[in-house]
């Protein structure tokens, strides 16, 4: 696939349930980069994946947020103990490592906790 | 506390007409800002971007402005076309920093035929 990939598209859960949200990032990409963007509001950084670099966490909005990058490609968002406040487009994208500033967005996850 | 801020939610324009999508910052840290274009159901996709070296950057019918002073940005759309409806972000990149971005919340043009 020549795009950033996300899955699923469309997530619906029950307050308290955990969620996993996968990426594939654009073959050749060691930039990868989460981002959730909450009705109205603009995308908001989550994570920040370089290479074999320790991941810039800085915009997790609580401990109940982790991410993971295996192999240097895929990734997972896990979100714990889900609560209606999470509920949001969760955009992933990935970038070359020589443009960090030209992020290729995937079509997202929209996560709805009800 | 927004540091990118797109005050037009909305914006509608006739076709063949210009399309102006205006952005104020209140970081002065930023040195570099992008805008992304976004339709419905699809992940945003860069536009175009300039550096706060620059005020003008141009890519056939878009253009940026930059005010460093006034801590305002403009991207200009000549002519609009029904196919730039889309919601616009505005981004920006703090010095030193060379991935972390803060987007605006985006402002929906449409472009009537």
């Known amino acids: 696939g020549a795009g950033v990939s996300q899955s699923p598209s469309n997530k619906v859960t029950e307050k308290g349930k955990d969620v996993e949200l996968r990426c594939d990032p654009i073959?050749?990409?060691?930039?990868l980069y989460w981002y959730r963007q909450s009705l109205g509001q603009g995308l908001e950084f989550l994570i920040y994946f370089q290479g074999n670099s320790a991941p810039d966490k800085s915009g997790l909005p609580s401990d109940r947020f982790s991410a993971e990058r295996t192999g240097g490609s895929v990734s997972t968002l896990t979100i714990q103990r889900t609560q209606q406040e999470d509920s949001a487009v969760y955009l992933c994208?990935?970038?070359?490592?020589?443009?960090?500033?030209?992020?290729?967005f995937g079509p997202g996850t929209r996560l709805t906790v009800l | 506390d927004q540091q990118v801020k797109q005050n037009s939610p909305s914006l509608s324009v006739q076709e063949g007409r210009i399309s102006i999508l205006n952005c104020d910052y209140t970081n002065s840290m930023f040195d570099y800002f992008l805008w992304y274009k976004k339709y419905p159901a699809e992940g945003p996709t860069f536009l175009i971007s300039?550096?706060?070296?620059?005020d003008k950057n141009e890519d056939g019918r878009f253009t940026v402005f930059l005010n460093k002073s006034a801590k305002h940005l403009s991207l200009h759309i000549v002519p609009s076309q029904p196919g730039d409806s889309a919601v616009y972000f505005c981004?920006?990149?703090?010095?030193?920093?060379?991935?972390?971005?803060?987007f605006g919340k985006g402002t929906l043009l449409t472009v009537n035929p």
């Open positions: 994208a990935s970038s070359s490592p020589a443009r960090t500033d030209t992020q290729y």
């Open positions: 073959s050749g990409h060691t930039a």
């Open positions: 981004a920006a990149r703090i010095r030193g920093s060379n991935y972390k971005l803060t």
């Open positions: 300039i550096s706060s070296i620059k």
